[in-house]
């Protein structure tokens, strides 16, 4: 695999972050875009990135900034860019290392298993789905999420920023190092005695869930002043704020690699 390169197409915010990971697992990246210019500051901007991460100790991998950035290389020709990649790469991934990997009907088993080493090798968090989903997992966890959130919102519940807050300081806190799955099994004797406890009350509880809501309207108009309230959409605010979220995720990721390591 070293021998080869990975080809990451497009060099956004999400090309640029797997040029990254790939550089810190030691290998050969190239850097496809359509524009020469794109590529220019993609590369700025990684350079900018990986300089900001040693200096602060929280560079992935074993190598120098530096030697990281001489494994990236930048193509504007996609024939050239794929040519001779043993991987091509085009989804997300510096802060928030998981990876759901989808097998299509006629993938070779082989070729999932050899992904999923090679993102366990880049010091990604890996998952297998078993197959094609809409919205995958994250993203249907994602909406089921949002959608109660706009409900309670729209129902007059809670005011936007609190319901954050019930997220930010209570099932968030757990959610970073477990799932809801082992949250069930650790909240009761197993997973098993949870039900037995809970599942009328879980079902009572769900039946009074509304129908999909259509995100738009007076309850966009009220969460969207709440949340500009807070953060101004515009560039120089958003920017600040994204930054200190991935600050935010930055020092999260080393808790949890110090707590592995316990």
Known sequence: ME??????????????????VFAAGGFKVKLYDIAQQQLTTALENVRKQMKELEESGFLKGTLSAEKQLALISVCTDMKAAVEGATFIQVNPPYFVPLVEIVPHPETDPSVTEKTYALMKKVGQSPVKLNREIEGFVLNR????????????????????????????????????????????????EGISNYCERYREGMKLVLNTFGPVPE??????????????????????HLGARR???????IGLAKLKKQMKSN
């Open 215 to 236: 995100f738009s309207g007076e309850i966009e108009q009220k969460i969207n002043q709440a949340m500009s309230e807070k953060v101004p959409a515009v560039p120089k």
């Open 141 to 188: 966890l994602q909406y089921a999420v949002i959608s109660e959130a706009w409900r309670l919102v729209g129902e007059g519940v809670i005011s936007p920023t609190d319901l954050d807050v019930v997220m930010s300081d209570g099932l968030g806190m757990r959610y970073a190092f477990i799932g809801p799955l082992e949250t069930m099994h650790l909240n009761a």
């Open 3 to 20: 021998s080869s390169h990975v080809a990451i197409i497009g060099s956004g915010l999400i090309g640029c972050s797997w040029a990254m």
């Open 243 to 249: 930054e200190w979220r991935d600050d935010c995720l």
